[in-house]
């Protein structure tokens, strides 16, 4: 986000080691945790849990992410 010139809060992190989860909860920015190395409920929940990236369309993340990006302007 820093070398974007962003807030962390118009960011998506994707990550699945708890630790790397953990930081991308605490930037502030919006969390897919990939249970790829971990099962799902051995992850806290952040703001969306999937098994891998093939299992995440593009649609549905910009679906989620507009209505995310609605509350920057509030």
């Known amino acids: 986000a820093h070398r974007l010139n962003l807030s962390p ?7 699945d080691s ?6 991308g909860a605490a ?6 945790a990939l249970a790829t ?3 799902s409920d051995q992850l ?14 593009l649609d549905y993340l910009l679906e989620r992410w507009e209505a ?4 920057f302007e509030q």
């Open 9 to 15: 809060k118009r960011c998506i992190v994707f990550e």
């Open 18 to 23: 708890p630790a790397g989860l953990k930081a």
């Open 27 to 32: 930037s502030g920015a919006y969390v897919v």
């Open 37 to 39: 190395t971990h099962a």
């Open 44 to 57: 806290d929940p952040y703001d969306m849990v999937i098994p891998s990236l093939g299992q995440l369309s």
């Open 68 to 71: 995310i990006a609605a509350t």
